[in-house]
């Protein structure tokens, strides 16, 4: 590593008091706090306070004001005026012909001074055994330091960016990666699935299907080849891995649990064939935090090489908030906003479920109206999905999948789907869909802004086998007679 010496810092601080455009751009980079000299600490203090004050450098008048004021003030300080004063001429005079070297040696020594900060600021949290998500927080952040120098945002009619930016915006956003649900008629309408980056959220009252529907999301994720990490907050791991037992198998708990030698066997067909990875963790409810997720997702990546397609988590409102405020809704709304940085953080796309509230539970059409505690949940989330569904269509394993926020599309939709909870599985039903009719909404819909109604008088699909690729088959052959 590049030794930052005494005299480097000093061409550091000198390009910091006389060019103003180096200021202005490292100034989030280089803290005064970050020199290791204390004169140079102080004679930064005073250079950043005057810019701050000012918008402009402190003139040599002003600076050796500002020195003579400083050392004045302090006995200790005043036994050390002329070397305060001989550090000043030396920023006159520094020879500023290497600039270029020093701009690129400039956020490395940011950087480092961060990281070393951060670590000195921890060590009576790690002594104490607590803490640990401010030490994280704080080592991250230290790590951050100077990643967003030069990046001003977009010049919308700069001839040389209109170019790059049409492509970017209309011919590889075509391209970009989506992870599909596995249910049809859902991904038609998201264009096939849900894009890496993005954040998915199911609302639905309590029994409706909200982790049967996760299930089935990461079934498909994973059947597509892709690495699942699936986080519980309120269900074990051994009940969770269950529910994935019954989706990939097409089977009830009581058949799988008369039939553990096949059952065996069908999986480890499955795993073999499968280059999508599934890990399922648990934490007790209201102690993982997004930090949390960052580390162990970092964890994974080192000891395992395991790099999450996508992030599953059931659900984030019993998460635990990285910051703490007055209010639980602006806890949840932020604690939102960590949870959909996870997709950007990691390049991949996050679905999770949220509570409705109770007068829910009475209604035939679920809308984001209806989220629990936090409004501002919906304005995070790129896409959600309201589970709706009344007694009798439970009776007949129908649920309705309204689409109730899709920030790249046209919201406002209502799949069909046949849902079996006994096998975990969920699929849309494209015949039920189409011989729905529409309905003028009555009277208490048009006042309460519901949806339109779709009314149907018809049979339930009869159940497809598993996703119909010949591994699903041959485990399906496998578990003939359970």
Known sequence: MYDFSGSFQTKILALLWRDSSFFTLYSETVKPQYFESEIHIDLARIIFTHYEKYEEP?????????????????????????????????????????????????????????VTQAILDSIDDVKAGKNYDKVEERIKSATQVGEDIGDHGTDYFSEESIDARLE???EKSEDLEKIPTGIELLDRVMGGGLGRKELGIVIAPPGTGKTLTLINIGASAINNNKNVLHLSFEMSEEKVAQRYDMKFLNRSKDAIKGNLKKVSKALKMLGNARKGKLIIKEFPTRTCTPDTVRALVTKLRISKGFVPDLIILDYPDIMKPSRTYGERRHELEMLYEDV???????????????????SALDKKVVTIADLAESFGKAAVADFMIALSQTKKEKKLGQVRYYIAKHRNGTDGETIHCDIWYEKMTVQSNEERESAFDMEDDDEDDIEENKPKKKTFSGKRRKKKGNDGSEVANAIMNEMNGV
């Open 58 to 114: 402190p003139s040599l008048e002003a600076m050796e004001e500002e020195v003579r004021t400083l050392v004045g003030s302090s006995k200790i300080k005043s036994k050390k005026a002329d070397e305060y004063y001989s550090e000043v001429n030396k920023l006159v005079e520094a020879n500023l012909n290497d600039m270029s070297y020093v701009r690129d040696k400039v956020i490395e020594f940011g950087k480092r001074q961060a």
């Open 168 to 170: 970017e915006t209309y």
């Open 340 to 358: 959909r940085a996870l997709g950007s953080i990691f390049d991949c796309a996050v679905w999770g479920a949220s509570q409705t509230n109770r």
